[in-house]
């Protein structure tokens, strides 16, 4: 890093100058992330300046965050536009451009080349959320009678644009799938080998049209870097890399954690760059539908009223309480929705679920309510003290039950387990732990 910041420093003085060759010299021996991370930090026409002169802009361009790819292409020219998608991998440069306008992609379409117009035309077809979505086709294929010292050969004439060349794949004469062969493979077995006699044909496959997440957690289970996807034909279309599927994870789990937080998803929405308005958009319909929630609350304090008047002390440990349950809710929601993310759990494990949750509630409430009860107590008397211990122990089980079963049942109704957010198990666990404490407080001490 610090010579990142060096770097940075030596840069800025070159660019003030407008010595662009020289602070070119200054960073080409980096990696593509780190080109992409100094120059990111200067203008635009100082960017567009240094991408327009490198070998292989695209492949630098690809580690800008996307959100800040769709603004800077904007304002690149046309030829640059046309190198930047030409050199890009084919999954990324998919993305791209179909996140231009209309009438940029109708005038930029026709000036790239065949190949590059052969990605775009196949990849963007596919729906989103698909393996086809996420695919890239710029993968190596060989024949399987060619020999090790034949496949070496072929393998030197490759593209550099090619996502891997640790993994190749064997196709028949129709393009369909038949084996794989590592790199180590053909360099440790004998040059007049064939590739058939070393190939792997137990194939781990994607469909092209299977969910994102589906293959993310094949080649996380696998630990393999690329995993090939296959049409209906089992013709080879594409693969997707292990880091396109960490960018689908991550993606995911982002929309996970809005979701949680009662928040409405927007891909690729920047926190930093978002305008107000737009999160402002994205924020106010759940919570005013909760602010609703909330007064089945307000309804249980109306309705036990007369004993909040007769016992003014059970306003003081009402925030305390609620609160508790509300909390004990919100951590069962988290951990059944990640395990149901996960595959940990399915809809089938929810009675043995709620057997095991129930006893962990059990123990919690225990320990809550000793304590509370310590507090009633000392701020009371003895029938307070057993009202709150009661109580707690009574609002804590329901708030973990409530907590696991949410994300269950909106499994169950092919809704997103992550919808069971924090905010909406508070908002149940408030109003059910209002009546449970107010109820049991009216049956002990007007009894």
Sequence with gaps: MADLNSLNTA???????????????????????????????????????????MEHQGLVFEFYPFHLQKELIEYFPLN???????????????????????????????????????????????????AGAIMSSDYVSLAPELT???????LRLQPHDRETLYLIYITNNAQQLIGV????????????????????QELVVGNVHEDQESIAKKLSEYDFMALPIIDEHGTLVGIVTYDDAMDVVQAETTEDFLKASAVQVEPGMS???????????????????????????????????????????????LPLLVGSGGNAGSQSATLMVRAL???????????????????????????????????????????????????MLGIVLLGCLIGMSLPFILNKLKLDPASASAPLVTSICDATGVVVYLMIASQILDF
């Design 11 to 53: 840069l800025s003085l070159k660019l003030q100058h407008q010595l662009y060759d020289e602070a070119l010299g200054l960073i080409q021996h980096l990696n593509y992330a780190d080109q992409a991370r100094l120059i990111q930090q200067f203008s635009f026409p100082q960017q567009i300046e240094l991408l327009s002169r």
């Design 181 to 200: 062969i590592s790199l180590r493979q053909i360099l440790q077995a004998p040059l007049d080998a064939t590739i058939h006699q070393v190939m792997t």
């Design 341 to 391: 993310a996960i595959g940990d759990v399915t809809a089938k494990d929810w009675f043995k679920l709620m057997g095991r949750e129930s006893l962990v509630a059990l123990c919690l409430g225990g320990t809550m309510a000793l304590a509370v009860s310590i507090l009633g107590y000392f701020r009371g008397d003895a029938l307070v003290a057993l009202v709150l211990a009661l109580s």
């Design 148 to 154: 090790m010292q034949q496949a070496i050969d072929a």
């Design 271 to 317: 926190l930093k760059t978002a305008p107000i308005l737009r999160l402002y958009q994205k924020r106010v319909f759940w919570l005013v539908i909760l602010v609703f929630g909330s007064l089945l609350s307000g309804l249980g304090i109306a309705y036990y009223e007369d004993v909040i008047a007769t016992h003014i002390v059970l306003v003081f440990f």
């Design 80 to 130: 640059l536009q046309i190198d930047v998608l030409e050199d890009m991998h084919s999954d990324d440069a998919t993305d791209l451009y179909k996140s231009l306008p209309q009438t940029e992609q109708e005038l930029l379409y026709p000036q790239l080349d065949s190949s590059t117009q052969q990605h775009l035309r196949t990849l963007a077809g596919y729906a989103e959320e698909s």
